[in-house]
């Protein structure tokens, strides 16, 4: 099992920019995709994006898409989601993932993170 840690959250403004990190305990070699995910109060979790370790290949929900960009540093074994242009609606509990069959449900996720919390406001 990968321990996984979030950090970055905060609270801006709208038209702000975060950038979240999610330090991993050892190198995710087995994983085959690393993603995030959001949960507003009241919601399920939504998937946000994902990125996959052979290829480094990186998709993204449409409702980020343009605005939010996830990218991995292997040698620190970190995942990355830079945030710009932040609505309201992208506040949420953010949380890192990590899974060996895919990254787009929570039902095929291995490890979750704590979650940081992200707060826009208007």
């Known amino acids: 099992q990968v321990h996984l840690v979030e950090s970055g959250g905060g609270s801006v403004q709208t038209g702000g920019s975060l950038r979240l990190s999610c330090a991993a305990s050892?190198?995710?070699?087995?994983?085959?995709?690393m993603a995030w995910f959001r949960q507003a109060p009241g919601q399920e979790r939504e998937w946000v994006a994902a990125i996959y370790r052979a290829s480094s290949s990186t998709y993204y929900a449409d409702s980020v898409k343009g605005r939010f960009t996830i990218s991995q540093d292997n040698a620190k074994n970190t995942l990355y989601l830079q945030m710009n242009s932040l609505k309201p609606e992208d506040t949420a509990m953010y949380y890192c993932a990590d899974s060996r069959v895919g990254c787009r449900r929570t039902n095929v996720i291995d490890d979750w993170g704590q979650g940081t919390q992200v707060t826009v406001s208007s």
């Open positions: 050892r190198y995710t070699y087995s994983s085959y995709c």
